[in-house]
């Protein structure tokens, strides 16, 4: 029963222990319970406010952005467009934004025990599942109501069973900026002021709103290099049957989005070793 | 060394102080424009951390030594204290071992599990019930579920919670929230317990039971690092304590020596201490920038004025604490308290508990003021007493001066009749009382 720990100084910041992170992995099931029951026992309306909140913005981009501004929708119904580039935005979104505060939201956990610190972010974006899935619940059944009470234009298809890996996809990616805005944040406080106006402009710069058609022929460039890009047209594609697909944007958008993730981790991995000293 | 638990090796651990503080994205930009536009950024800038008595920690760059160069090993089934005074760098030393943060410079192995318990209650949740903080915070600290679920029970009953292990912890009251905390920790089946002065909560009865669980613990072969400032702990638990002073080890050696040293440390030879001296002495909740007082003298002398430092038991004993007031305080207290060999203390006193007097000490305007105390007469037995002076401001400031004077008390006895046996006065205070004998049937 031997069980040798080495402290040394200065460590290499690529060596992650991920045997010492799968030890505690239960560790990492019940914040995720403790993060899901917690928001959910403070409110009266609990998992309710989950279904208001995407009704609300979807309803909102459909009269300002489709009634309003009238921004094609790819001939596809308006209210499901919308909900369809949120049902995946917010996931990535609540990701990144949660996890980017982890290192400066833990700081007191994280100065009096040790655990392996990756383990915080992972939670999130695993406890964040839970909320994608009320967000899908309720757009399945907006889609199949107007499958089958109103006739439309939708022709899903067989990517539908993509969808899994396009959460992962999104799980990877707000990981992997969350991670990286994590370590800067401890760093330098102010870039946590910095971060909502980047994802709000962020999201404008993705098709969540308006689709991949519209988009002028010298800037397709930025989709192959936006890695949310093409896996929220791929869902609309595949749930709705309509959207403009560019398969090398496709894998580089799944490259880039490994790049930042790996990145991310190494990076966080270097500054929670010591963040302690100067938080 | 295979029977060696612990191996500490040159272990050192440094801080930057002094340099210019750039925790925003701003302030690094700007540093980076004053450095490239050659502009020397210290003029433009502030600096982080003040140097303060400390300053022989400081190196060349602005480094400040928490830790320099500790080595020791530990062998197994020995439980280690740790003590030094604070700031001496005790915690930081355990935050290195317990992998909170990482050292500068040194190695150490651990040759077996850690549980560490420098705060109780860690990752505690207001939301979720005791039971489920007991899942949660054994996981936290390292438990599995199968180890958690088998020591469930000894948990619970440990902590005294009964019934209302089901309610939320948000509605504990502080004593059954630390109670908890405790149960959970000290129920760890580690090779390795590294405990952090976390005796320190709690009331009288759950620290006692602390203790003997500490107790319990050490003596099931389990290898234990212990800091804390209570002495009398120390000495009850370990075997052998290391000092830590400044940040390095000064001594390493069984705990009755080392303890001894300690108390030693602070002591000043005679009966006055001058303001520098207690300027390097005093702790506690200072506002070192812009402090509201200062004690600038203590003194044990008898009822004429003349300093003493030995006494005989029929002299009153008086102490007289000098201090200036730069603002006008309110509600200023000064505590002299009298503490034996082991830095227990036993006897003492508070300005406003004379209520002739306290009314002057409700608003003290700015100067220099004296506070004298008496100790009366034929109270005190025969030995080496030690003198603690606190100065405060409740909730604003707060000066400690412990273990700063010392005084021998020659007991000569009431009745000049007969002999003392030197048995008869092993109390710290023996007082001449009143008796009454008379016959009952």
Known sequence: MSVRTYIKANQPWWRIDWREVWEYRELLWNLVCRDFVTVYKQTILGPVWFIFQPLATTITFTIIFGNLAKIPTDNLPPFLFYMSGTVLWTYFQACMDTVSNSLVANSGIFGKVYFPRIIPPIAVVINNLARLAINLMLFLAFWLFFIFARKTTITPNL??????????????????????????????????????????????????????????????????????????????????????????????NFIVMLVILFTGILQYNRVQRTFIDTI | MESSIILVKNLSKSYRLGVIGRKTLQDELRYRWLKLTGKDPEKFMGTVGKASAEESRIGE??????????????????????????????????????????????????????????????????????????????????????????????????????????????RYSSGMYVRLAFAVAAHLETEIMLVDEVLAVGDVAFQKKCLGKMKDVAGVGRTVLFVSHNMVAIKNLCSRSLLIEQGRLALDADTDTVVARYLDRNLIEGSVASESEIAARVEGDIKRDAPNFRITEVRIEDLQGVTRTVFD?????????????????????????????????????????????????????????????????????????????????????????????????????????????????????????????????
């Not at chain 1, 760093?187 to 058609?213: C, E, G, H």
């Not at chain 2, 000490?361 to 005190?380: D, R, W």
Request: glycine share 8%; proline share 5%; net charge neutral.
């Open chain 2, 313 to 441: 038991s029929d002299e009153s004993v008086v102490v007289s604490v000098s201090f200036k007031c730069f603002k006008t305080v309110r509600d200023l207290r000064v505590i002299a308290v009298v503490a034996d060999e082991n830095g227990s203390p036993f006897y003492g006193s508070q300005n406003i508990d004379d209520c002739e007097i306290a009314k002057l000490f409700y608003s003290v305007e700015p100067g220099s003021y004296m506070a004298k105390c008496v100790f009366p007469a034929n109270t005190f037995g025969n030995r080496k007493y030690y003198l603690n002076v606190n100065v405060l401001c409740p909730r604003t400031e707060h000066h400690v001066l412990s273990k700063i004077l010392e005084f021998q008390v020659d007991f000569n006895g009431y009745n000049p009749d007969i002999q003392y046996a030197s048995s008869t006065w092993d109390c710290p205070i023996w007082p001449k009382l009143n008796w009454t004998f008379k016959k009952s049937s």
């Open chain 2, 61 to 170: 760059e602005g480094q400040f030594w928490a830790l320099k160069d500790i080595s020791f090993e530990v062998i197994k089934g020995e439980v280690v204290g740790i003590i030094g005074r604070n700031g001496a760098g005790k915690s930081t030393l355990l935050k290195i071992l317990t992998r909170i943060t990482e050292p500068t410079s040194g190695d150490a192995v651990l040759n077996g599990r850690v549980a560490s318990l420098l705060e109780v209650g860690t990752g505690f949740h207001g939301e979720l019930t005791g039971r489920e903080n007991i899942y949660l915070n054994g996981s936290i600290l390292g438990m599995k579920k199968a180890e958690i679920n088998r020591k469930y029970n000894e948990i619970v009953d440990f902590s005294e919670i009964g019934e209302f292990i089901d309610t939320p912890v948000k």
């Open chain 1, 159 to 252: 990517l539908i069973i993509v969808f899994p890996l396009m959460a992962i996809h999104c799980a990877g990616l707000g990981l992997g900026m969350g991670l990286w805005l994590s370590s800067l944040t401890a760093k330098y406080r102010d870039i946590s002021f910095a971060l909502p106006f980047i994802a709000q402009l962020w999201m404008y710069a993705t098709p969540v709103v308006y689709p991949a058609s519209i988009i002028p022929e010298g800037f397709r460039w930025w989709i192959s290099l936006n890695p949310m890009a093409s896996v929220i047209e791929l869902n609309r594609y595949a749930f709705l049957g309509q959207g403009t697909l560019y398969p090398e944007a496709i894998a580089s």
